[in-house]
Nanobody, 116 residues
Framework: QVQLMESGGGLVQPGGSLRLSCAASGFTFSSYAMSWYRQYPGKERELVATISSVGGTTTYTDSVKGRFTISRDNAKNTMYLQMNSLKPEDTAVYYC?????????WGQGTLVTVNS
């Protein structure tokens, strides 16, 4: 079955960097677009970035443009989110997501806390 597992979250000071990973299994990873979302307490999940199946097309929400980079390694069935110049407002639970056979699949999430 489709499984997504995020890792790499943690506590970082403002201005610092983190790299999140999303390991995928149970489907042909290289054939599907992938996304990163984040969720603040009490809020809906919001789209952060997307990447096409072969990685040639990426999109970002305005608040992370120029600071975050989404990428993927199809040989490793893994997607990444490089987060630089982190701000306290980036504090959230980050999730990876794919749509497989018209159904949304999510990982369990990884917490990123930006705090001095």
């Amino acid at each position: 079955q489709v499984q997504l597992m995020e890792s790499g979250g943690g506590l970082v000071q403002p201005g610092g960097s983190l790299r999140l990973s999303c390991a995928a299994s149970g489907f042909t990873f290289s054939s599907y677009a992938m996304s990163w979302y984040r969720q603040y307490p009490g809020k809906e999940r919001e789209l952060v970035a997307t990447i096409s199946s072969v990685g040639g097309t990426t999109t970002y929400t305005d608040s992370v443009k120029g600071r975050f980079t989404i990428s993927r390694d199809n040989a490793k069935n893994t997607m990444y989110l490089q987060m630089n110049s982190l701000k306290p407002e980036d504090t959230a639970v980050y999730y990876c997501k794919t749509v497989f056979q018209w159904r949304d699949y999510w990982g369990q999430g990884t917490l990123v806390t930006v705090n001095s």
